[in-house]
């Protein structure tokens, strides 16, 4: 039997997802709904196949990742998202992935691709292999000095962010940097803007492929 586990925060998708595997007679699904929880279910056991979603508000996709990998060096993850990946690629490569699905791929699609898993092979859609071919590699830490100062984050931005990559929530950081919550609020909209990201996990993932973020813990 293969055991798969499913970690999703949205419960219809990931609920739908377990039923495609689990219509096939040699499979059988868990599903994960908080991504901060992984450690308890992995104590109860390993599974055969991962597949991750990418966004999720308490851990994402590549936190999640690494700490499965730590658990179970031998795990075989997929990265199963509804979002383009091309930006992350080598983050998720690096992380330990080893393989990519569309939230948007057919039920033939989904069990080809746990069975390709399997055999140690490498799964990737032809539209996000040709996407890559035009994508250059991450910035380097030079590159990324160059990235903060062309967008030119103030000093309060970069605590905020390197609060983000701590886990903080926004009342903890405006705690610790001595200002309302409001003004916290305000600032992660400006810093967003800067990154061009729409949410705190994107503007995580975004400073961690620039390397901005060790370059704000050398300065700090």
């Known amino acids: 039997m293969i055991n798969v586990l499913i970690v999703d925060d949205h419960p219809a998708v ?18 994960l709904f908080e991504s ?6 992995l104590e109860k056991g390993k599974y055969d196949i991962y597949l991750i979603d990418l966004y999720m508000p308490k851990m994402n996709g590549i936190e999640l990742t690494k700490m499965i990998l730590q658990f179970d060096p031998d795990a075989t993850i997929l990265i ?17 992935a080893s393989g990519f699905i569309s939230k948007t791929s057919t039920r033939e699609q989904l069990i080809t691709s746990i069975r390709c898993s399997l055999r140690d092979e490498a799964v990737i859609s032809i539209q996000l292999l040709k996407q890559l071919k035009r994508v250059e590699s991450a910035p380097s830490v030079n590159e990324g000095k160059q990235y ?13 962010l390197d609060g983000i990559s701590k886990g903080h929530t926004n009342k903890a950081i405006a705690l610790e940097l001595s200002m309302s919550q409001r003004t916290v609020e305000y600032h992660l909209t400006k810093i967003f803007t800067k990154l061009g990201v729409g949410s705190r996990t994107e503007a995580l993932l975004k400073s961690e492929e620039l390397g901005l973020l060790s370059i704000f813990s050398v300065k700090n």
């Open 14 to 31: 990931g609920e739908g997802t377990r039923t495609i595997i689990e219509s096939e007679q040699d499979m059988k699904a868990d599903v």
């Open 36 to 41: 901060d929880k992984i450690m308890e279910v």
């Open 80 to 96: 199963y998202t509804g979002y383009d990946v091309v930006s992350h690629f080598n983050l998720l490569i690096e992380a330990g």
């Open 148 to 160: 903060l100062e062309k967008i030119s984050l103030s000093t309060k931005e970069q605590k905020i």
